[in-house]
């Protein structure tokens, strides 16, 4: 038997307990508005998508102009972006998934070739990069990042096509994995969507232009009416301010089936957002609902959530249960994703500094937990023990997901499958070490039931159960972020 606190996973920083985002990607063509100020909204609405970094990059039609660099959107652009002129800007947050958080990392990556200046935005992870990368080395292709991203830039350079969307469509036919990709010359803007539309991307309108966004949130913020989502193995190129975009496929194989990455419903994602015609918030109330109806055996006096990700998912529970939605947890917001580490004996509270129990809510009260995941186990122990200690009588602690068992090749940094907790220990060993009175995960036909508005066969669950749509684990045997640097 596993005793609390026993549980250890070589090789595992216990301190990075969640999925952490991939990244968001903002795009404008509009010659009335103003393209980087509109561009610092939309990132600053796509925040949660990357922390790490952020860059902005315009066009007048002649120069390009880049802003960009390491931390918030707030603090990289605190002086503005009133030096940033055009009618074309593309923009990017950043979570490295391939390739260490550094400043030359830091996306839009700019070039110039033969077409003239070229900038490029990624979200997504590509499964094939590494052997494109040896290819083009191997032909005196010379890289100046470590990120995957590049390798598109050079495969649309090396193109000998005339027409720089044709370019696009020849590179983007040999990378494998999945990509919301923007691209900017100094005359057009050219939206990608993979064909299995892993990584969402939509089209908003203005009064005098088009934008285009990973989430449609943004679009709120800058006054843009949200029109559709880009389709799986589509793109748009942008060349008029008021003429629809020009459409093509250009995948050569489309996959019979979308494979729609889950977790931009269950956490990635805005509650705020639409993605795929699925709202985001009434898809987390239903896994909440669904969660309570295969839980009927508890019987608690109170639903609380893990601020802020567990939250629409608690109040799904309340609402399905009738039990009451009470705040038994206090959110810092004005902690970052970092902070100075305490010792070794504080660390076990260092969980404090971003959460805190409400006693008078918590006190000897039977108390439903809902978050939305567990990936390693540390920190839904310290907030377990937070609450017992804050005079809980019982802690059962219910999870909006099903165990993630399996790395992501798409986007997430989960690349290694011994990170997981849930890939070798049982759901009565990972209670156990939690400190738990009783752990439930939403079942995989449960989270399939939360999906009303759009195929739930149409999405992807590899990381439940290693159903990688492109059998990418076949492409890529050990996945590593640090795939192209020595480490």
């Known amino acids: 038997m596993v ?41 600053y609405a796509l925040q949660h998508r990357g922390q790490e970094s952020t860059g902005i990059v315009t066009t007048d039609g002649s120069n390009m102009q880049v802003k960009k660099g390491m931390g918030l959107v707030a603090d990289v652009y605190k002086d503005g972006v009133g030096d940033l002129t055009g009618h074309i800007a593309i923009g990017h947050v950043r979570y490295s998934t391939t390739g260490s958080s550094m400043a030359y990392n830091t996306q839009p ?72 990709i923007l691209i900017m010359t100094d005359h057009k803007l050219i939206a990608v969507r993979d064909p299995y539309g892993f990584r969402p991307l939509c089209l908003g309108k203005l009064d005098g232009g088009w934008v285009v966004a990973s989430e449609s949130c943004a679009f709120d913020l800058v006054g843009a009416e949200f029109i559709r989502d880009v389709k799986p193995g589509e793109m748009l190129v942008f060349e008029d301010d008021y003429a629809e975009p020009k459409s093509m496929m250009w995948s050569k194989e489309m996959p019979s089936k979308c494979a729609h990455c889950i977790f931009e419903y269950v956490y990635f994602a805005r509650t705020d957002s639409v993605i795929d015609k699925q709202c985001v918030y009434q898809a987390r109330i239903n896994m909440g609902r669904e969660l309570a109806k295969e839980t009927k055996e508890i019987h608690p006096d109170i639903v609380i959530s893990v601020p802020d990700s567990g939250t629409a998912a608690a109040v799904g529970y309340s609402l399905e249960s009738g039990v009451p939605f009470m705040e038994g947890l206090t959110k810092n917001r004005y902690v970052g994703r970092t902070f100075i580490q305490p010792t070794q004996k504080q660390r076990l509270n260092a969980v404090r500094l971003k959460l805190n129990p409400v006693k008078s809510v918590v006190a000897g009260k039977s108390v439903v937990m809902v978050d939305d995941s567990i990936v390693r186990g540390t920190t839904s122990g310290k907030i377990v023990k937070l609450l017992k200690d804050a005079g809980a009588k019982e802690v059962h602690v219910c999870i909006s997901s099903p165990p993630v068992t399996d790395p992501c090749y798409y986007g997430i940094d989960t690349s290694v499958r011994k990170e997981l907790i849930a890939s070798t220990h049982t759901e009565d060993e990972i209670c156990q070490y939690i400190g738990a009175d009783s752990l439930h995960y939403i079942s995989l036909e449960g989270l399939k039931r939360s999906l009303s508005s759009m195929d739930p066969e149409a999405m992807c669950y590899a990381c439940f159960n290693a159903g990688y749509p492109d059998n990418a684990e076949e492409t890529i045997r050990q996945g590593s972020k640090y795939i192209f640097e020595n480490k």
């Open 109 to 180: 990556l700019r070039v110039y070739f033969d077409g003239g200046n070229l900038a490029l935005s990624h979200n997504g992870n590509l499964t094939n990069a590494a052997e494109l990368r040896s290819r083009l080395t191997r032909d005196g292709v010379v890289f100046q990042t470590t990120v995957d991203t590049e390798v598109v830039l050079s495969l649309i350079a090396r193109s000998r096509k005339e027409k720089v969307e044709d370019r696009v469509a020849e590179a983007v036919n040999e990378i494998k994995g999945a990509f919301a």
């Open 3 to 43: 005793e609390k606190g026993e549980l250890t996973v070589p090789g595992i920083d216990f301190e990075l307990d969640k999925l952490h985002e991939e990244c968001g990607v903002f795009g404008i063509y509009s010659h009335k508005d103003d393209v980087a100020l509109n561009t610092y909204w939309g990132l």
